[in-house]
């Protein structure tokens, strides 16, 4: 452990030191035992608890809806047995509440199919317009306004498709490529671009060149660093180093590949869909390359403190994405959902969901993976998964398919069924409520809720 009368530059700073800063950048830096142990002794309070991680709180949308033939779990004794399209999340079963029975009320049914059920983290009712779109403001914009202003960026809103253009029963198909909104009428501008959404992180207010790496910028500052962290610290410093090396370079050859793309784009809109046009270069020609990126990408933000509240739709709406990469499935996502009970397209669709669970399996993994002190970056976390529909065949919302990852730093306890199906106030505004709560905000009202969630601890 250094000693704290040992005379260099970084004496007195390290407790406070959370970047590592270069021509254009500073790198946000993961929680270390030794910057809490050196604080507490420059404090003169040895026997001081370290200072606790953050909370963070994300959600993530996957469009078109589920399965339902397949979907959430069933009771298990004190626990829960997961169903098919969950199997992949089973390793952190101890950390996942299934809900069953959440919906929104003000969703309107019937005419517009999707559009106007794309009020998941609002709860307000979806103006019918093609022009003047109005939503609500959104649970991550309401808890970034407060929990924003300790980290550099207040939110971050990434997805993997732009907004396609039509309309269907006067609602615009502007509502399926946005689920957080930063103002009743405006939607909080969203990332695709992995490369764009990368610099948000390391941005310092002045304009970084690409010809170097990230690495390569911060390479004096870490090797200072270094010299006053344990061993441990010096280890995890590294592994973390290399990490976001590893990312970058993912990054760079998503973008080349994509530059060199002359065919098809991995995904195609569906039928009566609205019309993609087809992305500049630097959006991954493969569809899991691309989602699992900004998966990581939200990862290293959380990490690093760049932000702690995000939102990632893996895909919009309506979104006519192609999995035929993975083998047996063919036609786009939205198509997939139309079923119609045929065997052979459920079992495609059926496919395409599981991989979602797959990729947020990775995610939480990771998280997992990541120590902070007492705890992990999913301990300290609440991922909140979800889609504006429970069957997508029948445009049927009312229930949702909705699951909460992570520990929320002490405050969730996970490896349960939460069924609400029979209660007359089965609001999902109420679970937003309570995330608001472990986030530091305590509302007597959102959405078309007025009390939180009261068992999910």
């Known amino acids: 452990m250094p000693n704290p009368s040992h005379s260099s530059p970084a004496v007195g700073s390290l407790s406070r030191r959370h970047f590592l800063r270069g021509a254009g950048v500073a790198l946000g830096l993961p929680w270390f035992e030794s910057m809490n142990a050196w604080g507490q002794s420059l404090a003169g309070n040895q026997s001081a608890k370290p200072s606790a991680a953050p909370r963070r709180m994300a959600a993530l949308f996957m469009g078109n809806g589920v399965n339902p033939h397949h979907w959430g779990a069933e009771p298990d004794g004190a626990g829960m047995r997961l169903k098919d399209s969950l199997r992949p999340l089973e390793p952190f079963k101890d950390r996942l509440l299934v809900f069953q029975g959440l919906w929104n009320p003000t969703t309107v049914e019937g005419p517009g199919g999707h559009f106007p059920k794309m009020n998941v983290l609002a709860g307000v009712k979806v103006k019918q317009t093609t022009t003047d779109v109005e939503v ?81 910028l911060v390479r004096g500052d870490a090797q200072g660093l270094s010299k006053h962290l344990s061993r441990r610290d010096n280890l995890k410093l590294q592994e973390y180093l290399a990490s976001v090396r590893e990312l970058e370079q993912r990054i760079e050859r998503a973008d080349t590949f994509s530059k060199q793309e002359t065919g098809g784009l991995g995904w195609q809109p569906s039928v009566k869909a609205p019309t993609f046009a087809r992305p500049a270069s630097g959006i991954p020609a493969n569809p899991g390359e691309h989602m699992g990126l900004m998966l990581d990408i939200l990862t290293l933000a959380f990490q690093m403190d760049r932000t702690r ?106 490896g349960r069924l939460l069924d609400y199906s029979k209660d007359p106030n089965r609001r999902l505004c109420r679970l937003h409520l309570a995330l608001m709560e472990r986030m530091g905000m305590r509302l007597d009202r959102f959405g078309d809720a007025d009390s939180a969630l009261s068992d999910l601890s």
């Not at 198909?173 to 909104?181: D, E, P, T």
């Not at 998280?367 to 065949?393: A, I, K, P, V």
Request: charged letters at 20%.
């Open 136 to 216: 609500g403001v959104t649970v991550d914009q309401m808890i970034a306004r407060e929990v924003g202003k300790h980290t550099p960026v207040q939110s971050l809103t990434l997805g993997t498709e732009g907004p396609g253009y039509s309309t269907d029963s006067g609602y615009t198909s502007l509502y399926s490529a946005y689920i957080s909104w930063a103002s009743p009428t405006a939607p909080a501008p969203k990332e695709i671009y992995p490369q764009q959404a990368f610099d948000q992180l390391f941005d310092d207010g002045s304009k970084r060149r690409r010809d170097r790496s990230i690495l390569d």
């Open 309 to 414: 509240v995000a939102t990632l739709m893996l895909n919009n709406d309506l979104s006519g994405m192609n999995f035929g990469y993975l083998g047996g499935i063919s036609g786009g996502l939205h198509e997939l959902s139309h079923h119609a009970n045929d065997p052979a397209r459920l079992a495609m669709y059926q496919k395409a969901n599981e991989y979602h669970m797959q990729l947020l399996a990775g995610m939480l993994e990771k998280m997992r993976q990541t120590n902070e002190g007492e705890r992990t970056l999913l301990d300290n976390s609440m991922l909140l998964f979800c889609s504006s529909l429970m069957d997508g065949n029948a445009h049927d919302s009312k229930q949702l398919p909705v699951l909460l990852a992570g520990g929320g730093g002490g405050s969730l306890r996970g």
